[in-house]
């Protein structure tokens, strides 16, 4: 399910460009537009939803699928001594775009 008006919907459809590292049928991993890490990449699911509170069963099995993947893309994009996992839920924790996101952090010694 896409949303016309969420920007990561768009970069999976190809209508905004990005630089992606990973896809598949069910998620997509791009390229951080503005890296916080040497290495910053961007986990999403093909299915759009914004928040963890509107995880349902099929969310459930997407994120758990997300999450057995990420290990293989981080080790193969320069992250094979660690990384950190970030999801950004909602204004207090900065929360930009609306679409259910997995920053990959990693390529270095994380300064924080
Ligand atoms: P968050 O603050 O957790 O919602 O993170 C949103 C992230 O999306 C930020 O780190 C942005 O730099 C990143 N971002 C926004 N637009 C794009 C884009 N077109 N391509 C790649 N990354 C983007």
Redesign the pocket.
């Known amino acids: 399910m896409k949303d016309k008006n969420c920007?990561?919907c768009k970069?999976i459809g190809g209508e905004?460009?990005?630089?992606k590292v990973y896809e598949d049928d069910k998620m997509l991993v791009?390229?951080?537009?503005?890296?916080?890490a040497k290495v910053?990449l961007?986990a999403i699911g093909k299915d759009h939803f914004g928040f963890i509170s509107e995880m349902d069963s099929s969310r459930e099995e997407l994120l758990k699928y997300m999450f057995s993947k990420i290990p293989g893309i981080a080790a193969e994009n320069g992250c094979e001594n660690g990384y950190r996992l970030?999801?950004?839920q909602g204004k207090d924790?900065?929360?930009?775009?609306?679409h259910l996101?997995i920053?990959i952090m990693g390529g270095e010694t994380l300064p924080w």
Do not use: R
């Not at 791009?30 to 916080?36: A, G, H, S, V």
């Open positions: 920007i990561f970069i905004i460009p990005s630089a791009f390229k951080d537009i503005e890296p916080k910053h961007l970030v999801i950004n924790a900065g929360q930009t775009v609306f996101h920053h």
